[in-house]
């Protein structure tokens, strides 16, 4: 009799648990809304319909910013109108914050096209719209790229990269010009035709201990959203004054929100749905480096490069214990689109 009731009991006990489990993977089949964007699997560089749309964009003479004239531009900034929001003073939840950051999002690369086969290769980091007309900001590192080799099958032909954007939804749009850049500063502002993404507001007013969020790439994962807190403000040389762009270029806000190379000129966000700052850098802290954390990666570095894992060595070994996250205050970007809204000096002035 004791055996038969044992064996019941037990016979409930399963089926309890099958109907608990049931029940579980129903809840979870149904928690996710139907209109939620499933990432795709593979990175953007891997997208087919990019290199397509760069193709088109090529026949049709629509890729106009070389890397040459990219580079003349950013020493001699082609000037532009715009206006900049207001920033929002209305709370907002992480999934409304979530969709302002998506829709203000780009993904901003140089492409090179093989002229033998007529395929593309690209690269490149993140940006933000901040005001209507296609005005985009950036780490002024993402316009960095080297020349471009001669292609074997042509090698008296010239080569170059053509900058351009893509958004979310994997539509391509040719960059134009740059209006600012400031490499102390880590910031660029550059125009980008017929680019119809939500512009997002700067905001300055933010403090330690504030929550951030980040919509970026890191190593080509699309779409990846985190938050975080503000950590602290510092100074990366001497204390200079910080409302001027001298000064702002010398202070850097250190954020908890994840990132990682790919990730850079991506937007920071705060609880309104303004821009707090942009994605810079990562430090390594490590042993036997003094105060000064090692500074060895910028947060845009080939997306193609894998993460290595590192491995403890005791406590002189090469091992990381923290690892910093760098960002562009807002005040900079302000700052430097400030400075491309006034007339260009004699000395900015492009060359005949």
């Not at 055996?3 to 089949?29: E, H, K, M, P, W």
């Not at 958004?167 to 550059?190: F, H, Q, R, W």
Request: aromatic share 6%; charged share 20%; proline share 8%.
């Amino acid at each position: 009799m004791l055996s038969v009731l044992s064996s019941t009991r037990r016979n409930l006990l399963v089926i309890a648990t099958i109907g608990i489990v049931v029940q579980c993977s129903i809840s979870t089949a149904v928690a996710q809304k139907n209109d939620i964007e499933i990432q795709l699997a593979f990175p953007l560089r891997m997208d087919g319909r990019i290199c397509e749309q760069l193709e088109e964009l090529w026949k049709d003479g629509k890729l106009t910013c070389s890397r040459e004239k990219m580079l003349e531009q950013i020493e001699h900034p082609v000037h532009q109108r715009f206006e900049l929001p207001a920033p929002s003073t209305e709370p907002r939840s992480g999934a409304e914050i979530y969709k302002i950051a998506r829709e203000s999002h780009v993904r901003l690369g140089h492409g090179v096209r093989n002229d033998a086969t007529g395929k593309w290769v690209f690269n490149g980091g993140a940006g933000y719209v901040i005001a209507p007309g296609g005005i985009v900001a950036t780490c002024c590192h993402c316009l960095e790229t080297p020349p471009v080799p001669a292609d074997p099958a042509f090698p008296d032909r010239e080569r170059t990269s053509w900058l351009f954007a893509v958004t979310m939804d994997g539509k391509v749009y040719p960059a134009t010009s740059v209006l600012a850049a400031n490499d102390e500063l880590d910031a660029a502002i550059v125009q980008v035709e017929g680019l119809p993404n939500r512009p997002i507001a700067l905001n300055e007013d933010v403090t330690p201990g504030d929550t951030a969020y980040l919509f970026s790439e890191p190593f080509g994962v699309r779409g990846y959203f985190s938050n975080g807190i503000i950590n602290r403000f510092y100074w990366l040389k001497d204390p200079a004054d910080p409302q001027t762009l001298a000064g702002a270029a010398r202070y850097r806000i250190n954020i908890g929100t994840d990132w990682a190379p790919g990730s850079s000129g991506a937007a920071v966000i705060d609880t309104y749905g303004n821009v707090i700052g942009h994605v810079s850098r990562i430090s390594a802290l490590q042993p036997n480096s003094g105060e000064e954390p090692s500074r060895p990666d910028s947060a845009k570095a080939d997306e193609n490069q894998k993460p290595t894992p590192r491995e403890s060595r005791g406590p002189q070994g090469n091992v990381t214990f923290m690892v910093l996250h760098e960002a562009i205050p807002a005040r900079g970007v302000r700052l430097l689109a400030e400075k491309a809204l006034e007339p260009p000096s004699e000395e900015e002035q492009q060359p005949e």
